[in-house]
């Protein structure tokens, strides 16, 4: 069972950018945000990069999809502060055993991924080789489960 900070993450998935959950996300997140916008065959695409804080947000039509928290330092990225309370019995050290230990069986794995599924969306922890790299907070995947 998926428990701790993420659910505040996962609960703002499909938000729009005036709603009350998704403003929530960011006030507590603080830090400034660099905004990119795109259009792609037609559709808006925002990218919002908090890169102090060490998170980033994908918004398409003005609706939040994705969330990507970084658990490394990179060279255009903070670690986000908040691992050791995102998700329980996780932490930015955490090992694909450590996850699995923690969540139990994921719905997909594979080299560069585990995949969690809650009610709110995917909970995606993905590797950089043996090393943890970030939690993506997915509304859906492409590629199903």
Do not use: C
Request: aromatic share 10%; charged share 25%; glycine share 8%.
């Amino acid at each position: 069972m998926i428990q701790g900070g993420i659910i505040e993450f996962l609960q703002a998935l499909r938000a729009r950018e005036s709603d009350a959950s998704f403003s929530r996300v960011l006030e507590n997140l603080g830090g400034n945000a660099k905004v990119d916008l795109y259009t792609d065959r037609g559709i808006e695409e925002k990218f919002l990069a908090v890169s102090d804080r060490g998170v980033d947000f994908l918004v398409l039509e003005g609706v939040l999809r994705t969330i990507f928290i970084y658990a490394r330092k990179t060279r255009s990225h903070e670690r986000y502060a908040g691992w050791p309370s995102l998700v329980a019995g996780i932490d930015a050290t955490s090992s694909r055993a450590d996850i699995q230990n923690a969540l139990g069986e994921p719905i997909a794995t594979s080299h560069e991924f585990i995949r969690y599924r809650n009610e709110h969306g995917y909970l995606q922890f993905e590797f950089d080789g043996e090393t943890l790299s970030m939690a993506v907070v997915l509304a859906e995947v492409v590629d199903g489960e």
